[in-house]
Antibody
Framework: EVQLVESGGGLVQPGGSLRLSCAAS????????MNWVRQAPGKGLEWVSV???????YYADSVKGRFTISRDNSKNTLYLQMNSLRAEDTAVYFC???????????WGQGTLVTVSS | DIQMTQSPSSVSASVGDRVTITCRAS??????LAWYQQTPGKAPKLLIY???SLQSGIPSRFSGSGSGTDFTLTISSLQPEDFATYFC??????????FGGGTTVEIK
């Protein structure tokens, strides 16, 4: 059974930093395309970042230069380092396995990040 | 960037009804479209990929169609567990995923 378990969310002040983790079981993070997708309260889904199996990374324009996606192969864990956080970054952050043209098939339960003073 | 527009934003329906949701892409995306279902407090669930391919484990009352810029998701006979929000997603301009704004299926 595949499980993706996010952690690391919480309340942070504007300008602060937070690191999200996504511990995977049942799949190998380094062998897959892994995304971070976020959802602001009551809003739709917004893609944040992806890391390819080969290590290439991409970011949404809204987070480029502030967020960094990475993984630890030995821990089978995906990360999202978030710096210079803004109020508009407040959202539930999901990690998810991407099958490219076949959609995003496995999602974590999400972790809430609240940016507020 | 490719924009995805869903309609309607919400629909009221009864158990047993046929429900159709539309998704339009701002440019042609061939058949590279996926549909997801999300209930409150839960992660999205993949229903359909490549416009019309049913994801494993998804009931056959869900179906998808379309190509190019216009796509539909149809629920042939609405069940109580189908009251949820549905999102389309283009998978053409990978890796930059783009989602539609969502359609909420509510109980009439």
């Amino acid at each position: 059974e595949v499980q993706l378990v996010e952690s690391g969310g919480g309340l942070v002040q504007p300008g602060g930093s937070l690191r999200l983790s996504c511990a995977a079981s049942g799949i190998t993070v380094s062998s897959n395309y892994m995304n971070w997708v976020r959802q602001a309260p009551g809003k739709g889904l917004e893609w944040v970042s992806v890391i390819y199996s080969g290590g290439t990374t991409y970011y949404a324009d809204s987070v480029k230069g502030r967020f960094t996606i990475s993984r630890d192969n030995s821990k089978n864990t995906l990360y999202l380092q978030m710096n210079s956080l803004r109020a508009e970054d407040t959202a539930v952050y999901f990690c998810a396995r991407d099958l490219s043209n076949r959609g995003v098939d496995y999602w974590g339960q999400g972790t809430l990040v609240t940016v507020s003073s | 960037d490719i924009q995805m527009t869903q309609s309607p934003s919400s629909v009221s329906a009864s158990v047993g009804d046929r429900v159709t949701i539309t998704c339009r892409a701002s440019q042609g995306i061939s058949n590279w479209l996926a549909w997801y279902q999300q209930t409150p407090g839960k992660a999205p669930k993949l229903l359909i990929y490549a416009a019309s391919s049913l994801q494993s484990g998804i009931p056959s009352r869900f179906s998808g169609s379309g190509s190019g810029t216009d796509f539909t998701l149809t629920i042939s006979s609405l069940q109580p567990e189908d009251f949820a929000t549905y999102f389309c997603q283009q998978t053409n301009s990978f890796p930059r995923l783009t989602f539609g704004g969502g359609t909420t299926v509510e109980i009439k």
